[in-house]
């Protein structure tokens, strides 16, 4: 699989087709209450070579070559299905890219909607079996002094045998930025985020940051970009639970996910499955799975798009 996948790549990027600049790039202007423009990060990638992995990996796959491929496959088929949304990839490259550049290029090209895909993995399970017992010599010391004396003992001690078995964990999990890292949030919106929604393309608006009313509306902002992030990644577990993945739910990390954060629009992580697991990985290696989950995670896109966008009809009449 790798070396066909190698191949693929090499013939991808000779055609110039994954030239990229991390600056900004020219964009359709937003339009208050429609999804526009969708983030789709791919993550991880190869450190400077392809020996030089950064995610998971499987017996086969890794996390950084499915992550990259299903990344393809989503932004294809969202051109597919909403022609009118423009699409940009943090990670148009096998090759790794940072967490900030990853966040800055969502933030600058003012993205609606930040997609992050990655796959999962789980150690093996240890277990400890106690197998019988052994004898064992020690000595202790009798009397003082020049008098003193060893005397042999032996004893019975347990014998122990570490075995690792494979861990059963699979499945598909969508996080969105935890609920306590909102500051983190607030402060991403305040520096990226336009404040306020009648007024998206006044370039020459002067925002005083200290002032009440904007700080109201950034705390606004962030409750309904958690609010959004929770239904996206709700509308994602329900496409992946429909062709028969098991979903493991939306969830969110205690310590936080940094792209989560620091993103100012609604953003989610998916775990596409564990590599941990060998018929997991099996299907998230092969090309009609990878197919699968694009499928998937573009109808949840497509889902939120209507949603949000009827929403905010509704409220304008």
């Known amino acids: 699989m790798t070396q066909k996948w190698l191949n693929s790549v090499i013939v ?28 789709i990060d791919a993550g991880h990638g190869f450190k400077g070579s392809f020996d030089a992995r950064d995610g998971a990996m499987g017996e086969e796959g890794t996390e950084d070559e499915i992550s990259f491929n299903v990344s393809k496959k989503v932004v ?5 299905v909403l022609p009118g949304v423009q699409v940009l990839e943090s990670r148009p490259t096998p090759f790794f890219v940072t ?20 796959c999962n993995f789980a150690p093996k399970i240890r277990e400890v079996v106690r197998e019988g017992s052994r004898k064992e010599t020690y000595y202790v010391k009798s009397g003082k002094g020049k008098k003193a004396k060893k005397i042999k003992k032996t004893r019975q001690v347990p014998v122990y045998k570490t075995y690792f078995h494979p861990n059963p964990a699979n499945g598909t999990e969508t996080y969105v930025f935890a609920a306590h890292k909102t500051e ?6 305040m520096e990226n985020g336009d ?6 393309d006044d370039e020459t608006l002067n925002i005083n940051i200290n ?17 959004g992030s929770v239904k996206l990644a709700t509308l994602v577990e ?9 979903s493991r739910g939306v969830k969110q990390r205690q310590k936080g996910i940094w792209v989560l954060q620091a993103t100012a629009m609604p953003s989610i992580l998916i775990e596409l499955g564990f590599l941990s697991h060998r018929p997991e990985e099996e299907f998230l290696i092969s090309e009609e799975g990878q197919l699968q989950m694009a499928e998937s995670i573009t109808k949840a896109i497509k889902r939120y798009k209507e949603l949000v966008e009827k929403n905010n009809s509704i409220k304008n009449n």
């Open 12 to 39: 991808l990027i000779c055609s110039g087709l994954v030239a990229i600049s991390f600056s900004y790039v020219p964009q359709k202007k937003n339009v208050a209450g429609k999804i526009t423009t969708i983030i």
């Open 76 to 80: 294809a088929e969202i051109q597919k």
């Open 99 to 118: 967490l900030k550049q990853r966040s800055d290029f969502a933030n600058s090209n003012k993205g609606n909607l930040f997609v992050s895909i990655h």
């Open 184 to 189: 983190d949030k607030e402060e991403i919106i």
């Open 195 to 200: 404040i306020f929604q009648n007024e998206k």
């Open 211 to 227: 002032d009440p009313v904007v700080k109201q509306q950034v705390a606004l902002w962030t409750k309904q970009f958690f609010a």
């Open 238 to 246: 329900e496409e992946f639970s429909s062709i028969g993945r098991q």
